[in-house]
């Protein structure tokens, strides 16, 4: 994934690309381990906060 810092992703786009399920990453948005913002309804996310996070974990597994 190429990361541009205003690049938004989508729930969805983040579950695929963290290999997790929808329901677990709005559990560490609620627990503030993921930062996500709501837009129209929606939970997005900032691409380079998550690549982030995915490199982080990368390190803890």
Known sequence: M???DSKK???DEVAQEL???PVTIR???REGLLDGSEENGHLVF???KVQRFK????RTR
């Open 2 to 4: 190429t990361v541009n």
């Open 9 to 11: 992703l989508t729930l």
């Open 19 to 21: 290999a997790m399920k």
């Open 27 to 29: 559990r560490y948005v």
């Open 46 to 48: 900032d691409a380079a």
């Open 55 to 58: 490199e982080l974990q990368s």
